[in-house]
């Protein structure tokens, strides 16, 4: 009791097969700054590895011409550990988004990302609505971004 332990075949029950996640945020790519729209699914494979899937709606105004819209979806990895109700999560993941270069000369193109992240759920009474963030920093195409949402969820 009150030891922090790695999700093996006892701790599976705690940590759901399926997580479901719609979450709001912000987001700074230098040099912009987006409200930030993620939803997500995670799969957990084995103890705490999970298979995570997404997609996610930026959205700016910080430009003369209007809105700035920067849709992406996601892919990656996660390891979660049960510690209660508590359960932190550390993961990578790939980010593939359209970046539509409004009021510019450029055409709309591809960003290729990468990020570290790190994140939690709070499963009251460990039920299966969870409370959670999300934390990432990494690379989108050239240019360095970090992120930070919150959101609400489900687990079965």
Same mark, same amino acid.
């Given at each position: 009791?009150?030891k922090?332990?790695? &999700?093996g075949? &006892?701790d599976?029950?705690e940590? !759901?097969?399926?997580r479901?996640?719609?979450g709001?945020g *912000?987001? *700074?790519?230098y040099p *912009? @700054?987006?409200?930030? #729209?993620?939803?997500?699914?995670? $799969?957990?494979?084995?103890?705490? /590895?999970?298979v995570d899937? +997404? &997609?996610?709606l +930026?959205? @700016?105004?910080?430009?003369d011409?209007?809105w700035?819209?920067?849709?992406a979806g996601?892919?990656?990895?996660? *390891?979660?550990f049960?510690?209660g109700? $508590?359960?932190?999560?550390?993961? #990578?993941?790939?980010? /593939?988004g359209?970046?539509d270069q409004? !009021?510019?000369a450029?055409e709309?193109?591809?960003? /290729? !990302?990468?990020?570290?992240r790190f994140g ?8 299966r609505?969870?409370v @959670?963030?999300?934390?990432?920093? !990494?690379?989108?195409g050239e240019p360095f971004f970090v992120? +930070?949402?919150g959101g609400v969820?489900?687990? $079965?």
């Open positions: 009791r009150g922090a332990r790695v &999700a075949r &006892a599976q029950s940590l !759901g097969r399926v479901l996640r719609l709001a *912000y987001t *700074y790519i *912009y @700054s987006y409200g930030l #729209v993620p939803t997500e699914v995670s $799969f957990r494979l084995v103890a705490g /590895l999970n899937l +997404g &997609a996610e +930026g959205l @700016s105004r910080e430009e011409f209007g700035t819209l920067l849709p996601l892919a990656g990895i996660s *390891y979660q049960a510690l109700d $508590f359960h932190p999560r550390l993961g #990578v993941i790939l980010r /593939l359209v970046d409004s !009021g510019e450029d709309a193109g591809l960003r /290729l !990302g990468w990020a570290g939690g759920d709070i499963r009251p009474r460990g039920g609505l969870l @959670s963030f999300d934390l990432q920093a !990494g690379m989108y992120a +930070g949402t969820g489900l687990k $079965f």
